[in-house]
């Protein structure tokens, strides 16, 4: 086992370095080869990096508990500190005194029998007969932010596709689902980034803690209000669904409802995003796999796994041990944290061979871990991949050429968990 302290590296990702998130894969390996497991006292838990290791520790809900999923208490603190300093500005009363409702665990940061109680109401949200009939929206929306930046490219233009495309698919499918406003979309957008501000950030600034409360009490209002209108006249939407929902005779309280809400929204928001930029800019890097995806239509759906496996949108999630184990030679005592890096297994050699190359015959990519594994595998993973397989299909078969613009910096959003880029400027040639 290796010690943080000596390795500058992991203390960069961990403490959110842009070059150390624009590429953490050689962090990762370094792990890996030195044993799989380190204890790193900034973030205050274990990182366990390898394939076997991260899958086995998903899948064994006995030994390990998800009731903090992105990061040990001391983040918490943090944000909790943050907090403190802000009731000291007037202009915050109110958001913070209508923000403070009370802590549950649902889906994701929830255990059995809990857990599988609560996927029982919303997998059906998610058949694969559900997914199918967004299939014609996913395809509108497409089409018409395409058209929406077909101007610009043909007069030599770049256009930010993260900005312009890659967010824009899956905010209005997740606004659709949910059966709430188009118009909303924008609001959307800035309450999932700033919600989800406090992960993989142990260290957030005033103002992220600020952006963090009064969205927090946007959504809180906003949803509640549809919620109640809802109870008074369901709709065929997941909001509805939601509010209406019980668990073995009983009512999901406003918490429980507020909860899933949020996890849709940023679940809905986040990973597709990233998942879509990312596979426009392999593509464009890549002349020859864009020209093979291009005249092989059937090859979308396979890039779309090979860049879960090999970019993952989440990096990692954390358990939490409930009792003693031994995890790679070492003890891991009960109450001791563990970031699970799924970016790392993804890229573990012992399970895909040569693991840093796109490859597009690959004949175990489907079990990477990008959605996680065992009985918390995310319940949009379905969605998510359709979304991008049909995003990225209608963007080849409009556009040719697609590139990198020389101006690309490359930003990532500040988080070592949810790895994003903000901006990625492309050019391209429509197609006639």
Excluded at 322 to 341: C, Q, R, S
């Amino acid at each position: 086992m290796s010690a943080a302290t000596e390795n500058p590296q992991l203390d960069a990702l961990i403490h959110r370095e842009q070059s150390a998130i624009a590429c953490p894969y050689p962090i990762f390996a370094g792990l890996r080869d030195d044993d799989g497991l380190t204890f790193h006292p900034d973030l205050g838990a274990w990182i366990v990096t390898r394939y076997d290791d991260v899958r086995g520790i998903l899948r064994d809900t006995e030994r390990f508990s998800s009731l903090n999923p992105t990061g040990p208490q001391a983040a918490g603190e943090a944000l909790m500190k943050g907090i403190m300093e802000l009731m000291q500005d007037p202009s915050m009363g109110e958001s913070l005194a209508r923000m403070s409702r009370g802590r549950v665990a649902v889906l994701l940061n929830a255990d059995p029998p809990d857990h599988r109680r609560q996927r029982r109401l919303v997998n059906p949200a998610f058949r694969p007969d559900r997914i199918r009939g967004f299939e014609p929206a996913i395809i509108e929306i497409t089409d018409r932010l395409l058209a929406d930046i077909r101007a610009d490219l043909a007069a030599g233009r770049a256009v930010d596709i993260v900005q312009r495309f890659a967010v824009g698919v899956p905010m209005a499918i997740i606004a659709m689902a949910l059966g709430v406003a188009d118009d909303d979309l924008a609001r959307f957008k800035r309450w999932s980034d700033d919600i989800v501000m406090p992960v993989g950030n142990h260290s957030p600034s005033l103002e992220q803690i600020r952006g963090f409360v009064t969205s927090t009490r946007e959504f809180t209002d906003y949803f509640l209000a549809e919620i109640a209108e809802r109870k008074r006249a369901p709709r065929e939407d997941l909001l509805s669904d939601i509010a209406n929902a019980e668990i073995e005779g009983e009512a999901l309280t406003d918490d429980e409802q507020l909860g899933m809400l949020q996890q849709f929204l940023v679940a809905g928001n986040e990973t597709t995003t990233t998942l879509i930029a990312n596979m426009i800019r392999h593509l464009a890097e890549d002349p020859d796999l864009q020209v093979r995806v291009r005249n092989d239509p059937s090859q979308v759906e396979v890039l779309v796994e090979e860049m879960l496996r090999l970019e993952a949108p989440v990096g990692g999630l954390f358990r939490q041990a409930k009792v003693d184990v031994e995890i790679a030679g070492t003890t891991v005592h009960a109450g001791d944290h563990l970031w699970l890096v799924f970016a790392s297994a993804n890229r573990d050699g012992c399970k895909f061979a040569d693991p840093d190359r796109v490859d597009l015959d690959r004949e175990n990519v489907k079990e990477h871990l990008a959605f996680g594994n065992g009985e918390h595998f995310c319940p949009g993973a379905g969605l998510s991949r359709t979304e991008a397989r049909i995003a990225i299909g209608r963007l080849l078969a409009q556009f040719d050429d697609l590139r990198l613009d020389p101006a690309n910096e490359f930003p990532f959003g500040d988080s070592f968990v949810l790895r994003g880029l903000t901006s990625l400027l492309i050019t391209a040639s429509p197609r006639s």
